[in-house]
């Protein structure tokens, strides 16, 4: 048994585990309502938070490869998921301004149509963007000790392009959504404001306009973050491209990191911390977002009174003079 040398074990590890568990609860009810970016979001977020949770355990004080096969699988995962969260962020944006700034509801036409769009992009695109990272992927993976394997890509320009560009886009693309959906958002609740609705359609309307409000206004932070990355690698320095066997050589070598060499360099201890909270946090942000608002804690309060009727027992008196 590894003794973990991170002062926060096992703080991250819970908070990891909250990352998987809570993404999960009130996904049942966002596929029935056909909200696909919201969907796709929960289920990447979940994913994430799972690897980085067995991650934090398996490689907790140690820098042996002792799971080759969940390294060669997570590490995609991750790649996929790099590219997956933001662009599931974007899909439930323009979701929103859509709603928001349409007259009528949206039929079930546009909702097919929205269904297909979100699952292009927060599915395919992910998985080509996650193949093409094989142009630029050195070795199989890394491992870093507390962190556990991370994908390995060869610091090139091309992989500036094919790594860091795409979330940068993404986020613009999502920035101009973002200001477009609470401007329309707000013009529709000041429309509702002018109508003078009943109270308790006020309160369901303002119990679903402050958390997407707030939602889309932390969505103008992915550009920044992004930005960020690109800074740290450029800053660590970029690698000439020599030609493809170069980069490929020795593709089965594993490079193993203990915590007491990445911790010494501030630059690789800012960008593995910020990237594993950030990921882990993902998670726990949309179930705030989307599993705290009135309409879920109404989900909650039938799903409870279900379950607590199945374990009910039966009045065998009743259902007998019922059958008579």
Known sequence: MFRSTDPLYPFYTIFSFSGFLLPLIPLTWHLQAWNS?????????SLIGLIDF??????????????????DFSTHVILAGTFAIPLSSLCIVRRLYLIASAKSALTRIEKRRAVIFDTTLCLIVPLVLTALQYIVQGHRYCIFEEIGCM???????????LVTFPPILTGLVSAYYDIRCIIALFRHYRELKNLQ????????????FIPVVIFAMLETCTTPIAVFALVMNVSAGLLPWISWDYVH????????????????????????????????????LIFLFFGTTKEA??????????LKSQFRPKNSLGKASNER
């Open 151 to 161: 994908p390995y890509v060869y610091r090139t320009l091309a992989t500036q392009f």
């Open 37 to 45: 970016g919201t969907c796709f979001y929960m289920i990447w977020a």
């Open 54 to 71: 067995i991650n934090s355990i398996l490689w907790a004080g140690t820098i042996l490869d002792i799971a080759p096969v969940w390294c």
């Open 249 to 284: 050589a020795d593709f089965s070598y594993i490079p193993a990191t203990p915590s007491v060499i990445w911790r010494s360099n501030g630059i690789d201890e800012a960008s593995l911390e910020l990237q594993r909270w950030i990921n882990s946090s993902c998670g726990i």
């Open 197 to 208: 609705t009943p109270a308790c359609e006020n309160s369901f309307t303002m119990d679903r």
């Open 297 to 306: 804690r109404q989900h909650y309060s039938k799903a409870f009174y279900n």
